[in-house]
């Protein structure tokens, strides 16, 4: 991978700011204690995965011995929670973070201390589905502390951490990058001076479009400049915003729209804030929560949820103005957040110590709350881990349908053709299809109704078409629901019906001549279908191109088809020279109603790629190898110009499925960008795909095969 540089560039935009003013109440979900035994557990940190299980870890220490401290593991994904403990070493393990990939392996890193007695950051996996050996992911002349990290669309973790070269001040935030597929690790990258004060005081996120962002808080040990870097521009710059105050406790969000959201306690009132960065601008900062609230901390993690509501939950221990204590929570939209909410209180004749906090979120509102409480029991330090779980939105459906119409063309009269519908629901309960009534009588559907969809899923719904007599015809079709977007969709039906015609169509929709080699003839079948009720006839053929004469047919026009029939045909190309060219058109001239000049596209695969054959190493070129392709293949670019090469790969029907770029290509020689490949594979369907590549003029398109493993 590349390495990354430091710019500097402002931005910003205006937000204006809505917040409660006075405390909600007590948050209606149940209590549940996830640890309670004579162990001080604390530093807790907590996902969704894609199925709606939860995984926890968490550090346990016995009293206030720590190099009895070591990392737990949590999951509920047999219904219950069970605790695994991940390390055993006494050597003091501490502050874990973890991420979740695409497909759910869990990439995790925490503090440790070495052979030498340094502080190093150790990264596992359960890619294997046990955790992996550790990694060290820091070097063992300089101490670390409070590693932070996500990982990337193509399984890279990004990791930000604090370190200590001249003792006891200053500390510095680095920078750096693992791929656990290689097993290659970066050089760190040094951000800025930062002296943490015992908690995350960096962070660093992840956002769709796979651009990396980093906050942290620079100078003493409690309160310092907030700072922000990221890549968006290809290098990790820092981009300037519009808080001018120390801060403390630095987070960041990113929602599943790409919004960057930064969030603060500020030291001037000590109340909390975010500014949202977006469309490389800064909002104004906006506080999240009333004066006067006392001095909210503790808040280690928190999120979005798939509908854009954003959940944190603090601690207060101050009773300054009168401040409520407790656990708190606010969510909400970001610009209208619900006033704290207390999510539950310690008891002081049991626990004294109110410790970490935060909340994952999915869904529309579904959350769950882990935090600490510390006391002594026993005669020992403890600390207890509770958690609230549950969901406090309302839970509507949604419906989709697509296509919004359907136009079935022309028909015979007599006969029935039938297209589909899909129903989605893309809300968060069931969806009820109550009534689908349609007012024409020539289309129709069988579907039994009512029946209902799962949040997330779809129905396919088949609708026919039967003309009685010629003319054009036009229905809709009333599709009634407990959807709270559109309770009653109407879907546009259109057709015509002709009598006594022929109607062309072909078997497939393109003639491809695949690795085709110059001076090999190459023979591909297309077949056309009569779907007509009288016979089709086919008077002649043409190509309009410089290279129509490469190509012949076999039978020669004229044809005559029947009703219902297909008649094959051999397309055979035949080239002895190497020209530029483009992909020509076959046509078939015909008497049909639908398309008297019927055409298909005839593309031709030259080794490198469809489209323009070269011969000599003085155009742009692409090769990718082998193919079906794998993660392990190799995708190399000749390219005329220097720059960079985009990509964008497409499925058989033509719907995006990824985009993406190469690094600086040099000119003149073949250039490897075969990093790209484990994330076109990713992201490619199986079967056939299309990847197209384009370089200033330049335009190159690729037939990608994915079998499915």
Known sequence: MKNINLLFVVFAFSLFPVYGTSLEGELDLPLDTLVYNDMFNNRIYSQFDSDGNLHVFYSGLVGSDASTRDIYY???????????????????????????????????????????????????????????????????????????????????????????????????????????????????????QSNPSGENEARIGIDPDNHIHIVYRNQNLSNGFLK?????????????????????????????????????????????????????????????????SGNPMN????????????????????????????????????????????????????????????????????????????????????????????????????????????NFELVNTGETVSKEITIGNAGFSELIIEQMDIDHADFWHEASVPFSIDPGESETIEISFSPGEVGEYEGVMTINSNATNDPSVEVGLYGEGVESAPIISFSKEEIFFEDFEPGVPATETIGIINTGNIDLEVSDYSIDSDISHWFSLHPSTPYLIEPGDTLNIEVTCNVDEVVDF??????????????????????????????????????????????????ASSLEIYSPEPGVVQMELFDAVGRKLWSGETNYVQPGQWSDASELIREITSAAMDGINFLVLKQGNYSKTLKLIRNNP
């Not at 009132?269 to 104004?284: A, I």
């Open 228 to 292: 922000y870097f990221n890549n968006t521009s290809g290098d990790l710059e820092e981009v300037t915003h519009n808080e001018a105050g120390q801060i403390s406790y630095p987070e960041l969000l990113i929602n599943e729209d790409g919004s960057v959201y930064l969030v603060y306690r500020l030291l001037a009132d000590g109340r909390l804030y975010f500014m949202q960065y977006q469309q490389e601008e800064f909002s104004d900062p906006v506080p999240m929560i009333p004066p006067e």
């Open 299 to 406: 808040y280690r993690f928190s999120d979005f949820d798939d509908n854009g509501n954003l959940f944190l939950a603090y601690t207060n221990s101050s009773s300054a103005n009168d401040a409520p204590r407790g656990y708190f929570l606010v969510h909400g939209k970001p610009n209208n957040l619900s006033e704290p909410a207390l999510v539950w209180d310690i008891d002081p004749d049991v626990y004294v110590l109110r410790n970490n906090i935060g909340v994952t979120a999915r869904g529309n509102g579904e959350i769950a709350i882990f935090f600490g409480a510390g006391g002594v029991r026993n005669s020992v330090v403890v600390s207890d881990i509770f958690f609230k779980k549950g969901i406090i939105y309302d839970q509507d459906p949604e419906i989709t349908v697509t296509p919004a119409s359907l």
């Open 74 to 192: 949590a999951n509920n994904v047999s219904g219950e929670f069970e605790i695994t403990q991940i390390t055993e070493t006494n050597r003091g393990e501490n502050y874990p973070v973890f991420a979740l990939d695409k497909n759910d392996v869990i990439h995790l890193v925490y503090i440790s201390t070495d052979d030498e007695g340094y502080w190093r950051v150790v990264y596992h996996n359960n890619l294997e589905g046990d955790f992996s050996d550790p990694v060290y992911l820091t070097q063992s002349y300089s101490n670390v502390a409070l590693p932070y990290m996500d990982v990337d669309i193509e399984g890279i973790v990004h990791f930000v951490f604090s370190s200590n070269n001249d003792d006891p001040v200053p500390n510095y935030i680095y920078y750096n990058w693992y791929d656990p597929w290689e097993e290659e690790l970066g050089s760190p990258l040094l951000l800025g």
């Open 582 to 631: 483009e992909n020509p058109e076959l046509v078939f001239h015909n008497n049909s109603v639908n398309q008297p000049d019927a055409g298909i596209p005839i593309i031709i695969d030259i080794v490198t790629g469809i489209g323009n054959m070269m011969g000599e190493e003085k155009e742009f070129q692409v090769m990718i190898y082998p193919n079906p392709v794998n993660p």
